[in-house]
């Protein structure tokens, strides 16, 4: 099933020209990538995608209703959740916090200054199975700035999943690390996948070989190719893009 779509998205910033013809499908219980070259627009693309830029034109469906230009709270809402290139975490505070901080529950009881997020013994439960599935149970009681590259970048998928999304979308998650601290989060992915749709913009092309079902390859600003990794191999517009060695 088909369980979030984007048809003819275009964008502009002035003259410029960012987006032309941007259609994609994500088939609910996948992975699936999104690549292309430096200055392609898959960035843009992705900012679009989750409600951080509006679409000039075209139209954005997630579980079949229309969601184009909605804002981003609104779209988390709705069981949409991202990561980002550049992390947005909580240093001055224990990991745990963080997640607390993001789960629905405690969102929904509004902000208090003077109220100790340790007081619910049940968020903080819900906080210890999400870091679980993260594999960060252990370390939920250290400061969030004592976490390694690797750990922090699974902490900030551990906030996308406090929100409890169907799919969740991640931006250039394995920037910055190196090659152990990659695998290592490549297994996190092939887990995550058993409960939750993921898409992932990713710079690293084979890392998103191993992982994704299907991969849609950006290229001035338009999707040149949508398939599976085996078939974008003999695909001829990749091959003649600056992705063809990758491939």
């Given at each position: ?5 984007a ?24 992975v ?5 070259p430096?200055?392609?627009g ?16 075209g ?9 184009t ?9 709705l069981?949409?959740?991202r990561?980002?290139q550049?992390?947005?975490?909580f ?8 997640v607390i901080?993001?789960l ?11 109220r100790?997020?340790?007081?619910d013994i ?11 599935r993260?594999?960060?149970a252990?370390?939920a ?6 976490l390694s ?9 551990a906030?996308?999943?406090a ?13 910055g690390?190196?090659?152990?601290a990659?695998?290592?989060l ?7 996948r058993e409960?939750?749709?993921?898409v ?5 092309m ?13 290229h001035?600003?338009?999707?040149i190719a ?7 191999r ?5 091959a ?7 491939a």
């Amino acid at each position: 099933m088909t369980l979030f779509k984007a048809r003819n998205i275009q964008k502009r910033f002035g003259a410029r020209v960012v987006l032309e013809n941007i259609s994609l499908s994500v088939e609910e219980g996948t992975v699936h990538g999104i690549m292309g070259p430096n200055g392609a627009g898959k960035t843009t693309c992705f900012h679009v995608l989750t409600g951080f830029y509006p679409p000039d034109d075209g139209r954005i469906t997630f579980e079949g209703h229309d969601i184009t230009g909605r804002k981003p709270h609104q779209i988390a809402r709705l069981g949409i959740s991202r990561s980002f290139q550049i992390m947005n975490l909580f240093d001055d505070t224990v990991v745990i916090e963080n997640v607390i901080l993001a789960l629905p529950d405690f969102r929904a009881l509004s902000f208090n200054v003077t109220r100790n997020v340790f007081d619910d013994i049940t968020l903080v439960d819900r906080a210890l199975e999400v870091l679980d599935r993260v594999g960060l149970a252990d370390r939920a009681w250290q400061k969030a700035a004592s976490l390694s590259y690797g750990n922090r970048r699974a902490l900030e998928i551990a906030v996308a999943l406090a929100a409890d999304p169907r799919i969740v979308f991640l931006d250039e998650p394995t920037s910055g690390l190196g090659a152990e601290a990659t695998l290592r989060l490549m297994e996190l992915i092939r887990n995550l996948r058993e409960a939750y749709t993921i898409v992932i913009i990713e710079h690293d092309m084979r890392f998103l070989f191993e992982l994704a079902d299907t991969i849609s390859v950006i290229h001035w600003g338009q999707v040149i190719a949508e398939d599976t990794p085996a078939a974008l191999r003999a695909n001829k517009w990749v091959a003649r893009s600056a992705l063809g060695d990758v491939a």
